[in-house]
């Protein structure tokens, strides 16, 4: 893949010029009034992906925002790999603690900051261009499908549908994913199972409007203070979560399985100082590495309720309301856990508020076997770019539709992901290295040489 890579040495600057084009179009997927946005994000892609070397490539319509959908066909004896990515990004909130525009991309100390640079347009837009590098060199190995969608960061609701109905147009022998991270640049890792997802809203509600606190305060239950007290109680000062049957399906890990896990490089006084907090939390008995990878968690994602503007306003509100969410591990049912949820939590609330629990969205846990031939061609092909044969590593976040993928299409994902921790993902002040982007671009082809190779 010399060639591959010399092309892409080349063509550095337009690859970076065409990614910005990109990440200044603000196609938020959660924002009503971005929708126009998200449209002309995927007829970008779509052109895009046809100029770098694809035989068909178009906007296709789902009951949501549309996918990009592309093919280049080089043999019928060849592997299929479909590439799978999400040009939706997340809100820009809190806009005042941005350094830049989100939406307008700069290169600073070696890193191209903006909203998508890494989740997942700077990740998504590696496989475009390396793509392009083996088309116009002439040495695309494999059969390749690109499908890009625009509601990952909400739940991709449209998309099981778009599977169900495409079945056959989706046919591949592996779905090559870039949405995850690695532990570090100099510790490459390849994830190798993701947490499952179960995203609930809750409701609060006390007397029929805002009461005067001075003339009620006392007399009538305060819907914030019965929700915070609810929330807090979700989990014991044991760090554990504490709905019944929360737990039941739980694998638990031996301990030579423990042990080998553990072994991932980690510095917990590094992770502190990153984050700057004095000490770290969570389920007691578990190392950091397992409370975020292979240990379920239950998180308050937003809190809201009475009155939150400038000065003063004495009232007791009518309403409040929390977002919650719980990453699940293998063996646990979004299903089940919505409705363990939904139950104790209104089991526990007190007869002087009425409650309302909906389930917003949710998805499997993962798990990509290591002895598969992608993850070996993988494998091989992130050694030989990072100069380290790469850990199996168990990340903490959601993809939820990849559990999707499997049971609709009947096809393994494949997780090399190129992120780090320090890109601030969903957060003010996303970023995405230079070298990352450029790094990962070179190991893609040398993953399609393998797998063609291996398969």
């Known amino acids: 893949m010399d060639k591959a890579k010399k092309y892409i040495e080349e063509h550095k600057e337009q690859f970076l010029n065409e990614l910005f084009e990109l ?37 296709m319509e789902t009951a949501g925002n549309p996918v ?5 066909r080089v043999s019928d004896a060849a592997p299929t790999v479909l590439v799978y990515g999400h040009y939706d990004v997340m809100p820009v909130d809190p806009r005042e603690e941005w350094n830049t525009e989100p939406f307008e991309p700069v290169i600073r100390d070696g890193r191209i900051w903006g909203r998508g640079a890494d989740d997942d347009k700077g990740q998504l837009f590696m496989h475009a261009k390396a793509f392009e590098a083996m088309c116009a060199t002439g040495t695309l190995p494999c059969n390749v499908k690109f499908m890009l969608e625009g509601e990952e960061e909400i739940g991709s609701a449209s998309l099981y549908g778009f599977c169900e109905q495409h079945r056959e147009l989706l046919k591949a022998d592996i779905i090559l994913v870039s949405d995850t991270s690695m532990l570090s640049m100099d510790t490459p890792s390849i994830t190798c199972g993701l947490r499952g997802l179960a995203y609930m809203e809750v409701e609060v509600t006390g007397p029929n409007h805002d009461l005067h606190s001075g003339l009620y305060g006392g007399a009538v239950a305060n819907p914030a203070n ?19 049957g929360f737990y039941d399906d739980v694998r638990e890990l031996t301990p030579a399985e423990r042990e080998a896990f553990n072994r991932a490089p980690f510095d917990a006084e590094a992770y502190k100082r990153a984050l700057d907090v004095e000490e770290l939390a969570g389920e007691a008995g578990y190392t950091t590495l397992e409370r975020t990878g292979v240990r379920p968690s239950l998180d308050v994602n937003g809190i809201w309720g009475g009155y939150i503007e400038e000065g003063t306003k004495t009232i007791i509100p009518s309403k409040a309301s929390a977002k919650i969410s719980m990453r699940l591990v293998p063996h646990q049912d979004y299903h089940k856990i919505g409705e363990l949820f939904q139950r104790h939590f209104e089991a526990v609330a007190p007869k002087c508020v009425k409650v309302r629990v909906k389930a917003l ?14 993850y070996k061609a993988a494998e091989r092909a992130v050694e030989e770019t990072f100069g380290k044969k790469p850990l199996p590593f168990y990340s903490g976040g959601s993809i939820p539709v990849i559990s999707g993928f499997e049971s609709i299409l009947g096809i393994k994902s494949l997780l090399m992901g190129f992120g780090l921790g320090q890109d601030a993902i969903h957060s003010p002040n996303e970023s995405y290295g230079l070298d990352q982007f450029f790094r990962g671009m070179e190991t893609i082809p040398l993953f399609y040489k393998y797998f063609a190779e291996l398969r």
């Open 23 to 59: 990440l200044r179009i603000p196609s938020i997927s959660a924002q009503s009034e971005h929708k126009p946005d998200m449209r002309r994000c995927a007829e970008w892609l779509a052109a895009s992906l046809k100029r770098s070397g694809a035989d068909r490539a178009e906007v």
């Open 68 to 72: 990009v959908y592309a093919e280049k």
């Open 226 to 244: 019965v929700l915070a007290r609810l929330v807090a109680d979700l989990i014991d000062d044991q760090g554990r979560v504490t709905i019944p």
């Open 361 to 374: 969205h949710g998805g499997m846990p993962y798990v990509a076997p290591t002895d598969m031939p992608a």
